[in-house]
């Protein structure tokens, strides 16, 4: 499986951007689709993921009711559509991907694919 994201770049606090993450390969598969983040000198946050057949949301709580993730499986895409950005949210965003399979979806360590990242800067 290979997941390539897309959309990063440098914003004013306030401001939005969305990101896309496209997955290919062996996908048939695939039970969700996450985004994990890494800003300097701060542990992995998984802020947000979505079951690829059934559309359930989960989110962190320092990003819930700011940012939204979804998907459009005809196009086999997964955007995070971040709104009200603050400096905080600055971090490597990368696209993740666990395959069916037992544990939470909710946890960071159940993922089994992690593409590489797009830088966001959040500038106050």
């Known amino acids: 499986v290979q997941l390539q994201a897309s959309g990063g770049g440098f914003v004013q606090a306030g401001d939005s951007l969305r990101l896309s993450c496209a997955p290919s390969?062996?996908?048939?598969?695939?039970?969700?689709v996450g985004w994990v983040r890494q800003a300097p000198g701060k542990e992995r946050e998984l802020v947000a993921a979505?079951?690829?057949?059934?559309?359930?949301?989960y989110y962190a709580d320092s990003v819930e009711g700011r940012f939204t993730i979804s998907r459009d499986n005809g196009e086999n895409t997964v955007f995070l559509q971040m709104d009200s950005l603050k400096d905080s949210d600055t971090a490597v965003y990368s696209c993740?991907?666990?395959?069916?399979?037992?544990?939470?979806?909710?946890?960071?360590?159940?993922?089994?694919?992690w593409g590489s990242g797009t830088l966001v800067t959040v500038s106050s």
């Open positions: 993740v991907l666990g395959d069916r399979k037992p544990g939470s979806w909710h946890r960071i360590e159940w993922y089994d694919y």
């Open positions: 390969g062996r996908t048939s598969n695939t039970y969700a």
């Open positions: 979505i079951r690829w057949h059934g559309g359930n949301t």
